[in-house]
């Protein structure tokens, strides 16, 4: 079976703070895909970053980062000093192998509120 | 490229009504995808094409359920005989051929078609 959790169902912190968004995920397969995508409240679901199986080199984007770790099926997100504009729903998601489909499997999400 | 266009961008129905949205992928895209989002939850995988082939359909697709992608390129979804747990986002997404080991399947997605079943 495929499955993401997201066990944080929202996080509300003050501007400036640093905030990380767990994800941890499900699969048998060995060749995999992790993504990250962003919600607005426009709806529109926004490419963040993937990363795959076989790299897990952690990764800074700005004030964006990302904490991959096989050993314990994670792929956690973090915001360093956030502001206001980083409030939104955050997904992660899974695309395996498997089938070829390249479809993805969403987590249930986390609705981050950055408070100014 | 203007990105993946869904139309309409929100529709109010009356249970039992049929009703269908359109979308319009990025052009050089061949796969399209739709997903369902309830509120607070996920999207939820309901099925792909590659070209006008359908190649996979979730079980969350019942028989009111069509989608269809005559030429290849734009796609509609159609609910018939609709229900109030029909109520949700519809999101339209589309990506490149997937290539494993070049990571070439990054999905697009549009901004949504919003039903509400009254």
């Known amino acids: 079976a495929q499955k993401v959790t997201q066990a944080q169902t929202e996080i509300s912190v003050v501007e400036k703070e640093d905030v990380t968004l767990d994800c941890v995920y499900e699969t048998r397969d060995t060749t995999y895909y992790l993504f990250w995508y962003k919600q607005p409240p426009s709806g529109e679901l926004v490419f963040l970053i993937r990363?795959?199986?076989?790299?897990?080199q952690n990764e800074i984007s700005g004030r964006y980062s990302w904490n991959f770790q096989k050993s314990t099926s994670s792929f956690n997100f973090t915001i360093t000093a956030s502001q206001v504009v980083d409030s939104a729903v955050y997904f992660c998601a899974l695309s395996t192998r498997s089938g070829n489909t390249g479809k993805l499997i969403f987590g249930q999400g986390t609705t981050l509120q950055v408070k100014p | 490229d203007t990105g993946v266009s869904q139309d309409p961008r929100h529709k109010i129905t009356k249970r039992g009504q049929n009703v269908t949205f359109r979308c319009d992928p990025i052009?050089?895209?061949?796969?399209l995808y739709w997903y369902r989002q309830t509120l607070g939850q996920g999207p939820e995988f309901l099925t792909y094409f590659q070209n006008e082939a359908q190649l996979e359909k979730s079980r969350l697709l019942s028989d009111r359920f069509s989608a269809e992608r005559p030429k290849g390129s734009f796609s509609t979804l159609e609910i018939q005989r609709t229900e109030q747990g029909d109520s949700a986002m519809y999101l339209c997404?589309?990506?490149?051929?997937?290539?494993w080991g070049t990571g070439a399947n990054v999905l697009t997605f549009g901004a949504g078609s919003r039903l509400t079943v009254l």
């Open positions: 997404a589309s990506s490149s051929p997937v290539v």
């Open positions: 990363r795959n199986s076989f790299d897990e």
């Open positions: 052009s050089e895209h061949n796969r």
